[in-house]
């Protein structure tokens, strides 16, 4: 147990699409943190997060929320505002890495390669499938500028319809359209000052969406990934530049797609997550486990470097 920490607070749940994803994560701290001796206090935080954090009094706050309010950097400036430590990144890291539109951006002035690909507005979309007309040329990908877990992300192929049912859409009135990148779906963990090792993911489905991502046997974890030596490198090498171009901290997970027939050429950057996943489907306790360090060892760093960033 941290010497610097006694109280925890594990915030999980929240207000974004990614509630039940954050329980789970949750879920599997709490069980650290017990064994590990620490004092621990479950929020599960809406609009009342300040008043309910007053009344714990925690010493540190572990932030194992997903998706909007809860990794985008909205939560972190109520901790920073009520000069409470934390543990992943800070306000910008947290706001530019969800945000795919600024993270692409930065990440391509570092020399790590994007797909290519352009942002819309939702009434963009909603004419173009009105009008039966593509955005971009087949195939290619639409997404949520702002979320995680491949929440509302579609892909378009040679000879399908564009149909795009914009009544149940709730992610914001930003689009990412990129080209879709045929081959091999790669994650890897960055942790502690260092990428840990690329993983391979092979969903059983035809595309590695949220339910592949958390349901148990339909996505298989391949490790090391089965790519070429010198690809292998270069997603650690990306890992590491994005999660330091970024101002990340502590633990981050990026995704790449690889088109074997480019080669040494085809790895790309597809987005940084800063508070990844924790659940016992998730990539980073996967690579954790796989380069013989635990989830102990996780949390604890993440606490012990748990810090406000505004002094």
Not at 156 to 168: A, L, P, R, S, T
Not at 274 to 299: C, E
Request: aromatic share 8%; hydrophobic share 40%; glycine share 8%.
């Amino acid at each position: 147990m941290s010497n610097k920490f006694k109280h925890v607070a594990v915030l999980m749940g929240g207000l974004s699409a990614e509630h039940d994803v954050s329980i789970m994560s949750g879920e599997q701290v709490v069980k650290i943190l017990n064994e590990l001796g620490y004092k621990v206090s479950i929020i599960d935080p809406k609009e009342d997060i300040a008043i309910k954090l007053a009344e714990v009094k925690p010493d540190v706050v572990f932030n194992a929320l997903h998706g909007t309010y809860g990794e985008d950097g909205a939560i972190v400036g109520v901790l920073e505002t009520m000069k409470i430590p934390y543990t992943h990144s800070g306000i910008m890291a947290s706001a530019i890495g969800i945000n795919k539109r600024m993270a692409r951006e930065i990440v391509a002035s570092r020399g790590v390669k994007v797909a290519p690909g352009k942002v819309v507005t939702l009434e963009e979309v909603v004419e173009a499938s009105k009008a039966k007309e593509g955005l971009f040329p087949k195939p290619y990908v639409i997404k949520p500028v702002q979320q995680g877990s491949s929440l509302g992300v579609h892909i378009i192929k040679e000879g399908d319809n564009f149909q795009f049912d914009y009544k149940d859409w709730k992610y914001g009135n930003q689009l990412l359209i990129e080209e879709f990148i045929p081959g091999k779906e790669l994650s890897v963990a960055y942790f502690n000052g260092r990428a840990l090792g690329v993983l391979e993911l092979r969903p059983k489905v035809k595309f590695l969406d949220y339910e592949a991502k958390y349901t148990d046997g339909v996505t298989d974890h391949i490790f090391p990934a089965e790519i070429p030596e010198d690809v292998y490198k270069k997603a650690l090498k990306y890992a590491e530049v994005v999660h330091e171009a970024l101002g990340c901290r502590t633990v981050s997970r990026c995704d790449f797609r690889y088109n074997e027939n480019q080669g040494s050429e085809g790895l790309y950057f597809l987005e940084i997550n800063t508070h990844p996943g924790l659940t016992k489907y998730s990539m980073v306790p996967d690579l954790i486990l796989r380069v013989g360090l635990t989830m102990k060892d996780l949390v604890e760093q993440l606490i012990s470097d748990a810090k406000y960033e505004i002094n």
